[in-house]
């Protein structure tokens, strides 16, 4: 993806790696970012073509009509939305660049990993043709039975997803979802959660987990992640990778100021009065769902007994 360092202000000197650093970096700390299949996102958005219907083979004696099959077509929008933030930095920084790196890399890629994790996995959508996943069909992660350790939950989720005709490929939990995943079990009493079966990346029954603060969204039931078929039906575009851009002149409004009762304007911060710079990341993106059916979500309800 395409990588831009703007440094048009003087003075202010980074790493030439900077920006790929934390484009890598926020990829590295996205759960979606990580499950969903990436694609290239026109400016102006895309219409990706999908096939609805199976194409459905026979048997046929020798000499008979060979039989025929049609497909279902359909189509869908995904259109990117800019993501932003900006992080003033004092001058203090400025003399020591290895620390100046280390602490714009720990904030610029976590700020907009979390906005884009946090949206489509359980927010609201920026605007049209853009995808997110709160709608999709509730599986409690409980054990039925208070006090039993067993993977009911776990199960029925594989079992909803395989229904309607997708694989489990990835699970999307948040710290709380995976205490709930560390207790499921097998018949012998064996966690079905493997720490470290690849590197950093735990495994459930053969599907990677991925775990995330900005899963978890507080409720009756809490909502504790995703799991479904990712590969191939969420996609992800990107109509650039990350853009930044630094400045030392320029004046930012960050929130408001109370001048009077009940009265407050825009606090503005004035950079080069105040010896300090601002560092301004962005990334273009658009999330596009092709069958949500495929895709459940994990809440900290009981799971359904004998389902």
């Known amino acids: 993806m395409a990588v831009d360092l703007n440094r048009g202000t003087s003075g202010v000197a980074l790493p030439e790696a900077f920006a790929r650093e934390v484009w ?36 046929v004696d020798e000499t008979d009509e060979k039989p025929v099959s049609r497909p279902t077509f359909s189509s ?15 001058n203090q920084f400025r003399r020591d660049a290895d620390n100046l790196y280390a602490e714009l890399l720990r904030s610029l890629p976590k ?36 006090g039993n350790e067993d993977a009911e939950g776990v199960l029925q989720v594989i079992e909803a997803v395989e229904a309607d005709g997708g694989v489990l490929d990835g699970w999307a939990v948040s710290p709380q979802g995976k205490a709930l ?34 899963i978890y969204k ?51 911060i004035n950079l080069w009065q105040r010896n300090m710079f601002a560092v301004r990341a962005e990334m273009e993106v658009g999330v596009a769902v092709r069958d949500l059916g495929l895709i459940r979500k994990l809440t900290d309800a009981a799971a359904v007994a004998g389902s």
Do not use: C
């Open 24 to 59: 890598r970096e926020a990829q590295e700390e996205s759960a979606v970012a990580r499950l969903a299949s990436p694609i290239n996102l026109p400016g102006n958005g895309l219409t990706v073509p999908l096939m609805t219907g199976d194409v459905v083979a026979d048997w």
């Open 76 to 90: 869908k929008s995904i259109k990117g939305y800019t993501m932003a933030v900006i992080v003033p930095v004092s």
């Open 111 to 146: 700020a907009l990993a979390a906005k884009l994790d946090s949206t489509v996995l359980g927010g609201s959508a920026p605007g049209t043709g853009f995808d997110v996943l709160s709608s999709a069909t509730d599986v409690g992660l409980k054990p039925a039975v208070a």
């Open 181 to 214: 995943l560390r207790r499921a079990k097998d018949g012998d009493g064996r966690a079905l959660l493997t720490e470290g079966y690849q590197v950093n990346i735990p495994q459930l029954l053969g599907a990677p987990v991925y775990t995330n603060r900005n």
């Open 218 to 268: 507080s409720g009756t039931p809490a909502q504790v992640g995703y799991a479904g078929q990712f590969k191939d039906n969420l996609y992800l575009g990107y109509v650039e990778g990350i853009s930044i851009s630094i400045s030392d002149q320029a004046s930012i409004t960050d929130g408001t100021v109370e001048v009077a009762e009940g009265v407050e304007v825009p606090n503005v």
